[in-house]
């Protein structure tokens, strides 16, 4: 449904022309049609407005969100209700609003944007327009494309720290001393010297001559549409339908990161962030720096060279646990040998309860399997390892047939409920998993294998 009253066009809306309009705003509803899923099933309506200051996405600039207010009169008192617009699309020259309920055509309504992330976007807008008209206009770099960060979308719902990077891609890399000089020169145009933004309308198309519209989408149509240029003092000057900043000043801070990834060969992407996000993520970082300070009870400065000293030692230490494994396990496997030699049901089994990985478990498989082969036609072997600390285990068996292979599984499989493995379908090696043992099951067990099997 729709009424006749005429919309104002993208390009023309009350948020590109007045870009601090955050609430308050009151206008009417000029059509609301139902959006349909894949299945033809209504997910919600798409509402087109007389006019809005909720932005819709383009050049760069993710959409707005915010909420509509209507104001219903009952009898002497009267309701308001508040609807979400989750999101802004455009259609052509048609912003449309993204709403759960249907609002009546002809209805007044009042539009309210979310203010806080508004200011971040044309934060970081504006500041790619001026780190783009710096790099273009003093280092003759080209911005190829740029990418804004920190938007929340249906694949990713949570944000890491560095998240918030957004990026633009250069035709080239920078040095580490032209990103810190264009870090000087963009905080001398914040704080020093700002510059005032203004951006200028022609309605139609004749009067865009000389301007390089190059970058507008094609279903942008310049000819009933309206052309919009971005000012920045006397710096630059570009084609751009977003939402900006009225100085240099409001950009607050920037952050550029010297480390930059490099794409399509020689381009390179510049990592940078804008206003509030710098101090937000300063905040996550020092986070990050002081629980590091802690857990290694240390400076900040210090931190690189303990990591280095803590990663050193634990390669050492891996080196001496694997020289010890190997030995005990050499030792267990002599031991066993002695005792298959001696035992005449030819069963033998090895057990650790403390530290009984699956890795020490398997250096002894693999030093048993030298002797077994030559040594021992009928043979059956269990080597059990518990980790007291997380009351779990690894368990082998060895035997000449899988028959007895089986055998011992369901026995053992019957002490132990958690028991879980596989193998052996020929002889050999079955290995299993305890995920959890109690200590009544480890009192079975050591009962079953000392009764029937030689202890080593
Ligand atoms: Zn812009």
């Known amino acids: 449904m729709s009424m006749a009253v005429k919309p104002a066009m993208v390009g023309a809306l009350a948020c590109q022309r007045n870009s601090f309009l955050f609430g308050g705003f009151k206008t009417l509803v000029v059509s609301c049609e139902p959006k349909k899923d894949k299945k033809g099933k209504t997910e919600g309506y798409e509402i087109e407005l007389q006019d809005t200051i909720l932005f819709p996405e383009g050049g760069g600039q993710p959409s707005d969100s915010g909420?509509?207010?209507?104001?219903?009169?009952?009898?002497?008192?009267?309701?308001?209700?508040k609807?979400?617009?989750?999101?802004?699309?455009?259609?052509?020259?048609?912003?449309?609003?993204h709403v759960s309920a249907h609002i009546e055509p002809g209805?007044?309504?009042e539009v309210n944007v979310d203010e806080e992330k508004r200011i971040d976007y044309m934060q970081q807008h504006t500041g790619q327009h001026l780190l783009s008209a710096i790099l273009e206009c003093d280092y003759k770099?080209?911005?190829?494309?740029?990418?804004?960060?920190?938007?929340?979308?249906?694949k990713k719902s949570v944000l890491k720290p560095s998240d918030y990077f957004n990026y633009i891609e250069l035709n080239r890399k920078l040095t580490e001393e032209e990103i810190t000089n264009i870090s000087d020169d963009i905080d001398q145009l914040i704080v020093n010297s700002p510059q005032e933004i203004t951006v200028i309308?022609?309605?139609?198309?004749?009067?865009?001559?000389?301007?390089?519209?190059s970058k507008i989408p094609d279903d942008y149509d310049l000819s009933k549409g309206i052309l919009r240029t971005i000012h920045i003092?006397?710096?630059?000057?570009?084609?751009?339908?977003?939402?900006?900043?009225k100085s240099t000043s409001?950009?607050?801070?920037?952050?550029?990161?010297?480390s930059q990834s490099t794409v399509k060969g020689t381009n390179s992407r510049l990592y940078f962030m804008c206003g509030k996000r710098v101090s937000d993520y300063a905040k996550s970082a020092n986070k990050?720096?002081?629980?590091?300070k802690n857990l290694l009870s240390c400076s900040e400065t210090q931190i690189p060279e303990k990591v280095s000293r803590q990663t050193k030692l634990i390669q050492q230490s891996s080196k001496r646990e694997q020289y010890w494994i190997k030995k005990v396990a050499r030792t267990a496997s002599e031991k066993l040998k002695k005792k298959l030699e001696a035992s005449g049901k030819k069963r033998a089994y090895f057990m650790e309860e403390e530290f009984g990985t699956l890795e020490l478990l398997l250096q002894v498989y693999k030093e048993v399997s030298i002797f077994l082969k030559e040594s021992f036609e009928v043979y059956e072997i269990i080597l059990c390892g518990y980790e007291r600390q997380s009351s779990s285990g690894s368990l082998l068996i060895l035997s000449d047939t899988a028959e007895k292979i089986s055998t011992l599984a369901t026995e053992l499989g019957s002490i132990l409920q958690n028991l879980k493995g596989g193998g052996g379908k020929k002889g050999g090696k079955w290995q299993g998993k305890i995920s959890f043992i109690s200590n009544a099951e480890s009192a079975a067990l050591t009962g079953y294998l000392s009764h029937d099997f030689a202890s080593c």
């Open 67 to 81: 909420f509509l207010k209507i104001i219903e009169e009952d009898g002497d008192s009267s309701v308001i209700r």
């Open 83 to 97: 609807i979400l617009v989750s999101h802004v699309s455009r259609s052509g020259l048609h912003a449309k609003h």
């Open 107 to 109: 209805t007044t309504i």
């Open 141 to 154: 770099v080209n911005t190829v494309s740029w990418s804004m960060g920190g938007i929340i979308t249906g």
């Open 201 to 213: 309308e022609r309605i139609n198309e004749d009067e865009a001559d000389g301007v390089d519209t």
């Open 233 to 245: 003092g006397n710096i630059d000057s570009n084609p751009c339908c977003g939402t900006h900043l």
């Open 250 to 258: 409001q950009i607050g801070s920037i952050l550029i990161l010297s």
């Open 288 to 292: 990050i720096l002081l629980n590091s």
